[in-house]
Nanobody
Framework: QVQLVESGGGLVQAGGSLRLSCAASGSILTINTMRWYRQAPGKQRELVAVIASGGNTNYVDSVKGRFTISRDNGKKMVYLQMNSLKPEDTAVYFC??????????????WGQGTQVTVSS
């Protein structure tokens, strides 16, 4: 099994910054695409940022220019640097990733989520 654990959420004022981290552990041979999603109360889960194994990134339009996704393959980590935060960024943020485990089986996992609250 592969586990993903997020950290770094919290309460911040509008205009502030937070950096989320997600650590992958377990029977990992490869990590392919890593993603950050978010889910606000009463809304569907939304894909926020994606980073491929080669480092290509994509973002939902609402965060472009403010959020940056990055990864450290050696540490099996993915990060989300969030700047110029807005109250509408308030949500639970989830890490998601997929790859191949040491038994040559594909895996896909979700973290438990970390709360980000932006006050106006």
């Amino acid at each position: 099994q592969v586990q993903l654990v997020e950290s770094g959420g919290g309460l911040v004022q509008a205009g502030g910054s937070l950096r989320l981290s997600c650590a992958a552990s377990g029977s990992i041979l490869t990590i392919n695409t890593m993603r950050w999603y978010r889910q606000a109360p009463g809304k569907q889960r939304e894909l926020v940022a994606v980073i491929a194994s080669g480092g290509n990134t994509n973002y939902v339009d609402s965060v472009k220019g403010r959020f940056t996704i990055s990864r450290d393959n050696g540490k099996k980590m993915v990060y989300l640097q969030m700047n110029s935060l807005k109250p509408e960024d308030t949500a639970v943020y989830f890490c998601n990733a997929d790859g191949v485990d040491r038994h040559w089986r594909p895996w896909g996992s979700w973290g438990q989520g970390t709360q980000v609250t932006v006050s106006s």
